[in-house]
T-cell receptor, first 114, second 114 residues
Framework: DAGVTQSPTHLIKTRGQQVTLRCSPI?????VSWYQQVLGQGPQFIFQ???????GRGNFPDRFSARQFPNYSSELNVNALLLGDSALYLC?????????????FGSGTRLTVV | RKEVEQDPGPFNVPEGATVAFNCTYS??????FFWYRQDCRKEPKLLMS???SGNEDGRFTAQLNRASQYISLLIRDSKLSDSATYLC???????????????FGQGTILTVHP
């Protein structure tokens, strides 16, 4: 069975541009969360979607948005990119919204903003 | 105060050593606790959930003290392959904008040397 898949794996963008990152959860998982990890820090929560509805939002500006599709895949959009948006963006899926059995992460998208 | 705080590390130990990591969390309503392992430039992977009764998985033992809001991970008989960053993870509460949110500590780097 495929795990959590993310695309693209690497991306280089220029300041001010927009980017879309994609995630497919494990088959049967209905919850997808997005995290940002900058070097030397633990991942920071951005969004959680469960059954196609936003259920949680972290402390990120409105430039960050996301959605979940009927097949439970998800996209994270970031507008007006800043240098500080350079990070590893991780998608995690879980069977249910609360994820009490833990979350499975994809291998991430490494975004570099120049 | 950070929501989840870990020992700053790094820890540098010889093979066969026993090493312990500690973690404290600030939200007393937190409901789920985990240890994740993250290899260099890879995604976090669930190592084990942490229960109030304590739990063991081979060489790894996790403990939770809800009264002190403290979590620990003990690794016995360290192997070279245990070298990684260990992340303490908490799900803060049952609802609101923190729904399903994993809150990570900054991570503790472990290096096991021959």
């Amino acid at each position: 069975d495929a795990g959590v898949t993310q695309s693209p794996t690497h991306l280089i963008k220029t300041r001010g541009q927009q980017v879309t990152l994609r995630c497919s959860p494990i088959s049967g998982h209905k919850s997808v969360s997005w995290y940002q990890q900058v070097l030397g820090q633990g991942p920071q929560f951005i969004f959680q979607y469960y059954e196609k509805e936003e259920r949680g939002r972290g402390n990120f500006p409105d430039r960050f948005s996301a959605r979940q599709f009927p097949n439970y895949s998800s996209e994270l959009n970031v507008n007006a990119l800043l240098l500080g948006d350079s990070a590893l963006y991780l998608c995690a899926s879980s069977l249910a919204g609360q994820g009490r059995n833990g979350y499975t992460f994809g291998s991430g998208t490494r975004l570099t903003v120049v | 105060r950070k929501e989840v705080e870990q020992d700053p590390g790094p820890f540098n130990v010889p093979e066969g050593a026993t090493v312990a990591f500690n973690c404290t969390y600030s939200n007393s309503a937190s409901q789920s606790f985990f240890w994740y392992r993250q290899d260099c430039r890879k995604e976090p992977k669930l190592l084990m959930s942490v229960y109030s009764s304590g739990n063991e998985d081979g060489r790894f033992t996790a403990q939770l003290n809800r009264a002190s809001q403290y979590i620990s991970l003990l690794i016995r008989d360290s192997k070279l392959s245990d070298s990684a960053t260990y992340l303490c993870v908490v799900i803060p509460n049952a609802g609101g904008t923190s729904y399903g949110k994993l809150t990570f500590g900054q991570g503790t780097i472990l290096t096991v040397h021959p």
